[in-house]
T-cell receptor
């Protein structure tokens, strides 16, 4: 398996623009997580999907952020409008359902908003 | 509620010496404990986990961790450090009877000096 796939790997955009980050989880994994990593705040959970349904979105910072999972093999995280403080590395992770299983992380998308 | 603490932001060790990266946790029920490693510009990578059974867990790259219920700790260890072990290490915990979402520590930067 190719692992968790994220695109793009790098994104540079101007403040106010819409940004869409994409994730393809590992086939057969039915739990998907979006995280944000910064030096200041460390690793933050943004949203958790199970069987394509958002279960916990309490980490989504504000209404500018939205996430969807239209099917088991694809998820998006959208920021509209983007702001410089959104600059971070965004990770997608997937896992098999079940409490004892580990997560598999994608390579991340490094977002820079100028 | 579940929480995890990594008391050291950075650990420095000489190559060939043993290393320890500390992790303590708090859960209401039984803990599921995980260690992940993050190399520069990469996503987190699973190292090892404790679910049940032997308190000493062996994982990838020669790493091991010891579950200590009385001290609520799960320290990561390696008998002989390599320069290539230099990376960011994350401890994570899940309460067996709680949410499916693990809680991550803030990470510990391990620097192995030649």
């Amino acid at each position: 398996d190719a692992g968790v796939i994220q695109s793009p790997r790098h994104e540079v955009t101007e403040m106010g623009q819409e940004v869409t980050l994409r994730c393809k989880p590992i086939s057969g994994h039915n739990s998907l997580f979006w995280y944000r990593q910064t030096m200041m705040r460390g690793l933050e959970l943004l949203i958790y999907f199970n069987n394509n349904v958002p279960i916990d979105d309490s980490g989504m910072p504000e209404d500018r952020f939205s996430a969807k999972m239209p099917n088991a093999s694809f998820s998006t995280l959208k920021i509209q409008p983007s702001e410089p403080r959104d600059s971070a590395v965004y990770f997608c992770a997937s896992k098999v359902d079940g409490s004892s299983y580990e997560q598999y992380f994608g390579p991340g998308t490094r977002l820079t908003v100028t | 509620a579940q929480s995890v603490a990594q008391p050291e932001d950075q650990v420095n060790v000489a190559e060939g010496n043993p290393l320890t990266v500390k992790c303590t946790y708090s859960v209401s029920g039984n803990p599921y404990l995980f260690w992940y490693v993050q190399y520069p510009n990469r996503g987190l990578q699973f190292l090892l986990k404790y679910i049940t059974g032997d308190n000493l867990v062996k994982g990838s790259y020669g790493f091991e961790a010891e579950f200590n219920k009385s001290q609520t700790s799960f320290h990561l260890k390696k008998p002989s450090a390599l320069v290539s072990d230099s990376a960011l290490y994350f401890c994570a915990v899940r309460d067996e009877g709680g949410s499916y979402i693990p809680t991550f520590g803030r990470g510990t930067s391990l620097i192995v000096h030649p």
